[in-house]
């Protein structure tokens, strides 16, 4: 349970409230390089943390995040020009550079250097990973990049999708690391009633998570703090002296890894705040020891998974609440649990029917939420830091993100951390 | 190695391992005996994280109960235990295990 004071805590991330400025410490994916693909390409509207944006790539490349409004009579410079260096609102002609600095005044009579005083809002971008990534604090606090795996694997390594969400951010990492939804949400009905047919086929495949979530439906939970997040361990029992374990990653403050499979490619998220009722979900899937195979990346495309179809220009899924996710009853009633299809519309659908912000307080948890419980008291611990003027370490140090999810047999007399301890490194 | 999840039903409450989470069934005493036990031997995070989410799946049976419970003397004595569940509760999450098991030790 969280009082109403922790929920809005947690929750509020536009400018000024504690988890606004708990994210404003750190670089967040902002926008995808191939949004501004080219040199004086045309400006693209972007909403983070509360805050109207418009990026775009000057004639040399660098990419501006500025204010959205001009302040002259505050005109939106998604009409703007981007020419030379700079984009100019359309209305009056005064011009902004990428570091926001007002360079041009066409309009003022005299140009008594008027022009060079006038600045809008302007944040610092990096390009990483295939991504824009935008970091929103002070800048004598520039954090550093997290160094995430999926980040520095070269581009065919890789592939990325964004879509947007009707929740708080917080509502999607919550999905993100609740393991014990899957046996359900994600489940085949054959799987969800263990008909002996399917349970007899599961035994004797190698799909390890369709076996032991089979044959254990009440995992343990373990959850272990971390200088960046948690890791989060589910136990099932195996075979005789055995454990099958699912390692989730939950990173800082707003990145998780599902479980990952040896020699399977792997596959994260990161939910960004948008505002208090939207969120971006960034997928990525990734294959740290090669290129992703024409048959790797179909798969990973199509939408049976963690990547949803959506609109190009709004990123909006095709599958949406005014569609009712395309649910098909009759799947619902044979095949599949939802009857949506994809896990990432599966996972969308149950949280945005949750509301935009679900008041935490109606909740009724139990020891199987664990994983959530504690992620909601480790940003707790972080933003009421940072509000005691404690700078978040993970913020500061890009280096301990270099780790990966896992899912592993082990001896029951062997502690998961050791036993994983090999397969959570990451490495390129 | 013991781990997380064996029963807890019979086991020395004086000997207890804090990275175990109790199997919250019901509200009976057996049960608030071993949540108490619990909280008086945790220390850390991740101690504090499981007694929360016990005290979540107690918090969260008494709100069923009393949802459904008509008979206003059964009613009270559970009334009495969502409200100091709901208070230890918030002990544990400021790092408090020792005030909460005190305020529960009279429902064992």
């Given at each position: ?33 191939s ?9 693209v ?7 109207n ?15 959205e409004?001009?302040?002259?009579r ?15 609102c ?10 926001g ?10 140009r008594?250097g008027?022009?060079?005083r006038?600045?809008?809002t ?27 795996e ?55 495949s ?13 995992p ?19 075979e ?52 992703l ?13 963690v ?8 990123f ?12 098909d ?41 664990t ?5 909601r008291?480790?940003?707790?611990q ?18 301990i ?19 994983s ?8 | 190695?013991?781990e997380?999840g064996?029963?807890q ?26 949540l ?5 031997a ?6 504090f994280?499981?007694?929360e989410a016990?005290?979540?799946a ?12 008509a ?10 235990l ?27």
């Open positions: 349970m969280l009082s109403r004071e922790e929920n809005e805590l947690l929750t509020r991330t536009g400018p000024g409230r504690p988890a606004g400025e708990y994210f404003r410490c750190f670089w967040l994916p902002a926008l995808l390089g949004e501004v693909p080219t040199p004086d390409c045309a400006p509207r972007v909403r983070l943390l509360g805050e944006l418009i990026a775009f790539r000057d004639s040399e490349g660098r990419v501006g995040l500025v204010d409004f001009c302040p002259h505050r005109a939106s410079l998604f009409w703007g020009r981007n020419e030379e260096c700079g984009l100019r359309v209305y009056h002609g005064w011009k902004y550079d990428y570091n600095t007002c360079v041009d005044m066409p309009n003022e009579p005299g008594h008027f022009e060079n006038v600045r809008i302007a944040y610092p971008t990096r390009e990483y990973g295939g991504l824009v990534w935008a970091y929103l604090g002070p800048r004598e606090r520039e954090p550093e990049l997290p160094k995430l999926w980040a520095r694997v070269p581009d065919s390594h890789r592939y990325i999708s964004k879509r947007l969400q009707d929740t708080n951010y917080l509502q999607a990492v919550e999905g993100g690391i609740d393991s014990s939804h899957s046996n359900f949400l994600h489940a085949s009905v054959d799987a969800f009633l263990l008909k002996d047919s399917y349970v007899e086929n599961v035994k004797n190698g799909n390890l998570r369709a076996k032991y979530h089979a044959l254990d439906k009440a343990k939970f373990t959850v272990k703090e971390t200088d960046y997040g948690l890791q989060i361990a589910v136990r099932r029992d195996a005789e002296n055995k454990y099958y374990w699912r390692l989730t990653q939950f990173l800082l403050p707003s990145h998780t890894m599902i479980p990952s499979e040896e020699n399977l490619s792997i596959h994260g998220h990161c939910w960004v705040p948008r505002d208090d009722e939207t969120c971006w979900v960034w997928t990525i899937s990734w294959n740290p020891d090669g290129p195979s024409k048959e790797d990346s179909e798969t990973i495309r199509n939408e049976d998974f990547h949803a179809q959506v609109d190009p220009s709004t909006r899924p095709l599958r949406n609440k005014d569609n009712e996710y395309l649910i009853r009759d799947l619902q009633r044979t095949t599949s649990m939802t009857g949506i299809h994809g896990f990432a519309a599966q996972d969308q659908a149950l949280q945005e029917s949750m509301g935009p912000l679900v008041d935490r307080t109606l909740e009724r948890l139990g020891t199987s939420d994983a959530i419980i504690a992620a008291r480790r940003l707790l972080e933003i009421r830091g940072l509000s005691e003027d404690s700078q978040p370490f993970a913020a500061s140090h890009g280096d993100y270099w780790v990966r999810s896992a899912s592993m047999l082990l001896d029951r007399g062997i502690a998961f951390e050791e036993g301890k090999e397969l959570t490194k990451a490495e390129v | 190695m013991k997380n064996c029963d039903r019979g086991v020395d409450l004086t000997n207890v391992n804090p990275s175990h989470i109790v199997t919250v069934e019901s509200f009976s005493v057996d049960i608030m005996r071993s108490v036990a619990h909280l008086e945790s220390t850390k995070f991740e101690h994280i499981y007694r016990e005290l979540d107690v918090w969260s049976l008494t709100a069923f109960y009393l949802l459904n419970e008979d206003m003397e059964k009613r009270k004595a559970v009334e009495l969502h409200l100091c569940v709901h208070r230890a509760h918030d002990l544990v999450a400021k790092g408090q295990p020792e005030a909460a098991a005190a305020i529960l030790r009279a429902f064992c």
